[in-house]
């Protein structure tokens, strides 16, 4: 061992507060073993303190995955809560906007028989069988009944269970046309392919709700959700077409403003 190391231990061991006994002169009969065991000594400090802090990291790292793990429960529940106002909301603006049930138009009487025997019932003869044959009175769909279905629909959606909303919507429309919910469920159709990413379909459902029912608060909606589609299908110039249409004719919504920051981004994008 040269000198400079002993010179470094005994300072070291001088620091450390270890007993003068063990500093004697140099050249005593047990200096060795001594400065030995203040070596050993010294590297069982220096591996605790490793241990301690190798531990200190662990106990760090499982804490920080733990953040992250309830950082990410939280934002996946915000996200599940605010699609749910989102759908509540639309909902109950549908709702405000249809004014609640249409009311069926009256069926109009049948013209009066009239009382005069015919010509036949003069002569003594069986009267003849009418050829036109009444029309049967359809029965309007009860709307109660009609919001109940309706309603099971949305609820599916917004369950996230999306092929079987697209199939109740489906039977919806075509058990309930003409009714107060139509444009709605014709729109949350194309909605619930447009969320499962089948985008096709979306793209022509929802131009059914800006075909068929051009005065449907449905309508920017729609058309906001054919340039984004358009937008993932890298059709650029479509999706700029159709979200310009929509600024022009519905300026003061909040669809026209989702629009023009999505034309910013394909400016900005070059394309």
């Not at 470094?8 to 270890?18: F, K």
Request: aromatic residues 8%; hydrophobic residues 35%; without cysteine.
């Amino acid at each position: 061992m040269n000198s400079r190391f002993r010179l470094a231990i005994i300072s070291l061991a001088i620091g450390l507060g270890v007993s003068t006994p063990i500093l004697a002169a140099e050249n005593g009969p047990n200096m060795e073993q001594r400065l030995q065991r203040i070596e050993r000594m010294l590297q069982n400090q220096s591996l605790a303190d490793l241990v301690l802090q190798l531990q200190q990291l662990q106990r760090e790292v499982q804490q920080l995955r733990g953040d992250v793990e309830l950082q990410k429960h939280t934002m996946d529940a915000m996200s599940r809560r605010q699609r749910d106002l989102y759908l509540d909301i639309d909902q109950r603006l549908s709702r405000f906007q249809s004014g609640g049930a249409v009311t069926p138009p009256p069926v109009s009487a049948p013209p009066p028989v009239s009382a005069l025997p015919t010509a036949n019932q003069q002569s003594g003869e069986p009267p003849i069988a009418s050829i036109e044959s009444t029309s049967s009175v359809v029965t309007p769909p009860d709307p109660q009944q009609e919001e109940m279905v309706y309603q099971e629909a949305f609820n599916l959606l917004k369950q996230g269970r999306y092929p079987e909303s697209i199939t109740a919507f489906s039977a919806f429309l075509k058990d309930y046309s003409g009714g107060s919910y139509e444009d709605n469920a014709q729109y949350w159709l194309a909605e619930a392919s447009y969320v499962n990413r089948d985008f096709d379909t979306a793209l022509a459902e929802f131009t059914k709700v800006r075909e068929r029912y051009a005065q449907s608060p449905k309508v920017p909606g729609a058309m906001l959700k054919m340039g984004y589609i358009h937008y993932e299908k890298k059709q650029w110039d479509e999706a700029k077409k159709v979200l310009r249409e929509l600024q022009l004719n519905y300026p003061a919504t909040t669809e026209a403003r989702l629009a023009e920051k999505r034309i910013q981004r394909i400016t900005k994008e070059g394309r």
